[in-house]
């Protein structure tokens, strides 16, 4: 020890010789985090693809605002991502306003064709409306929800906002490790419809890891965008190319369908959680089933160190169960159903359904009486203190294998979360928006904005964001770990476009919850298993306000990038 010492080797050094570190060990923090958080305090974009977080950061450093960048990164991930996005889907989204301090939501989503009615699933014998195909085709939201945000909030040209995506669509891009993944397993389903392989392989084969893809035909419709904004994609050109597709594999589709398209700007819904206000976007979205999660678990106290814990899983489990009864039951179309979402969000009702709930056993639920797909998500802040959280996808992967001939976009499946139930809340009708999966989540705290995240991942999206709020403020992470954590999910019971199904279900866990823990669940009554990758895409951005600062964090599982500067 003295030769050590009169060499001056740190004692961490000694440390390091006499415990050799694992792939998983860290100086800092827990064991599980990919690495440490992204700060910066001028700006910050976190999104699934790196190429697509740089484009927005450039927007912001060239003097764009958050919905600039937001708007920019989406149609590169539209782009570079189309195994879970794209012009042919919808988008949800809120918006901080720094200058009037205030939390804004739009709803882009898009409504089904007025020409198929119920009578004709019915009389072809469909128990459900199907997955892929021209059925399930509802109007494309994202393009409009685009232009009303820029109307609204942007302050840079759309030209300049779409020029990024129409170079890299011309001149070719890299594909990334895990977007390669499941474009190939995409292209083995959809690789029987028209257009399919023209648009999106190479030599017809879908494009590996490294290869440089092109799109010249979503660069046109890019431009024409840019150049005619909203009007070119709901009227002319391009929506007569959708029509007469669409129409032409048998579907109903029509030009007055896009005429009478509009996204609806809605006021976000808050509850309370331990001080901290939880927002989501109300319905036809399922954000209010996170709230619902977040007031039953309220009622419960977790340590710090109980994360992963069998009581945690069984907990945050059951009232999943009860939330979803009550999803299944209450969430579709507003404009078409009252939805009791006072009493749903309100916390006596979270402490009817809470006492339903059994400590030491498993259960399967029904809904209350309140009145007595793959995804992309992204955030960007801005200097001025604008942030945005914004989600968009064209659901199960790339959609319904509809492709438009030369537009260089597959159309959305959303049609098929529509229920054939009679009386359903969800249940099918001309003009009438679906069920949504998608939902982006917002956080503040004494009227101030504090957190801008997203879970991508269908139905676990709600389990994601009760996850993400409950590693932060009941475990204490920091915003890198409460993304990293080791997840779980639970699938099973009543679905939006379903028959009721009363059992436990299961849960799916990653490898980093302790045997432990699972041993105990399955004596507690739960099915448990194994999965790999159904856990969702996180990306964040927490604000500083004592420091001034953002902090940034994506996940490990994707192949995302946060950055700041």
């Known amino acids: 020890m003295r030769y050590i010492k009169n060499l001056h080797i740190p004692l961490l050094f000694i440390l390091f010789l006499s415990f050799p570190l694992t792939g998983q060990d860290r100086i800092t923090g827990h064991n599980f985090a990919s690495r440490s958080e992204i ?116 302050t840079t040209p759309m030209e300049k906002i779409l020029e990024p995506s129409i170079q890299y669509a011309e001149e070719g891009f890299p594909v990334t490790e895990l977007i390669s993944l499941y474009w190939t397993i995409s292209l083995k389903r959809y690789q029987n419809y028209p257009n399919v392989m023209e ?69 976000p819904v808050s509850i309370d959680y331990r001080g901290y206000q939880v927002w989501e976007l109300p319905p036809n979205g399922q954000g209010i089933t996170a709230q619902i999660m977040l007031n039953i678990l309220e009622g419960f106290q977790f340590s710090e160190d109980e994360f992963g814990s069998a009581r945690h899983l069984h907990l945050v489990t059951e009232a999943k169960k009860l939330a979803f009864e009550d999803r299944a039951r209450f969430i579709g179309d507003p404009g078409f159903s009252g939805i009791p979402l006072e009493k749903l969000l309100s916390k006596e009702y979270a402490t009817q359904r809470r006492a339903l709930i059994d400590t030491s056993y498993a259960q399967a639920f029904s809904n209350g009486n309140p009145n007595q797909s793959e995804t992309i998500y992204l955030t960007v802040a801005d200097q001025w ?26 159309l959305q499946n959303r049609g098929e979360l529509f229920s054939l139930t009679p009386g359903s809340v969800n249940e099918y009708a001309p003009g009438k928006r679906p069920f949504h999966t998608i939902i982006p989540g917002f956080v503040t705290k004494n009227n101030k904005p504090w957190l801008s995240f997203g879970v991508m991942g269908g139905d676990f999206q709600p389990q994601g964001h009760v ?64 999965d790999l990758g159904g856990y969702g895409g996180f990306q964040g951005i927490l604000y500083d306000h004592q420091r001034g600062i953002y902090i940034g964090a994506s996940e490990s599982r994707k192949d995302g990038q946060a950055a700041g500067y």
């Open 39 to 154: 700060i910066g305090e001028k700006g910050m974009v976190a999104t699934s693809h790196p190429l697509a977080t740089q484009i927005g950061l450039d927007i912001l450093k060239q003097g764009g605002n958050a919905v600039d960048a937001a708007i920019a990164a989406n149609a590169a991930l539209g782009l570079m991502e189309p195994t879970g996005c794209g012009i042919g889907g919808d988008l949800f989204a809120l918006v901080w306003d720094a200058e009037s301090s205030n939390l804004y939501g739009i709803n882009g989503s898009g409504r089904s064709p007025q020409l198929l009615t119920i009578d004709y699933f019915l009389s072809n014998r469909m128990e459900k409306i199907p997955a892929f195909g021209p059925l399930p085709v509802t109007v494309p939201g994202c393009v409009d929800a685009w232009f009303e945000l820029h109307d609204r909030f942007g």
């Open 199 to 267: 648009t999106y392989s190479i030599n017809g084969q879908a494009p590996q890891k490294g290869d440089l893809f092109k799109n010249p035909d979503l660069a046109n419709t890019y431009k024409l965008l840019a150049k005619n904004g909203k009007k070119a994609f709901y009227s002319g050109p391009i929506t007569e190319t959708i029509v007469n597709f669409i129409q032409g594999q048998g579907g109903f589709l029509s030009e007055e369908d896009f005429a009478m398209h509009k996204s609806d700007w809605t006021k």
């Open 385 to 410: 203190g604008n942030m945005v959280s914004l989600i968009q996808s064209n659901y199960r992967g790339m959609g319904s294998g509809m492709v438009p001939p030369g537009l260089g976009f597959m």
């Open 467 to 530: 996850q993400i709020i409950m590693n932060l403020i009941d475990f204490k992470m920091n915003l890198q770990e409460a993304g990293d954590a080791p997840r779980f999910s639970h699938t099973g019971g009543s679905t939006p476009n379903g028959q009721p199904v009363k059992t436990t279900g299961q849960i799916h866990v990653e490898s980093e919850i302790p045997y432990k823990t699972v041993r105990t669940l399955l004596q507690l009554g739960h099915p448990v298993s194994f």
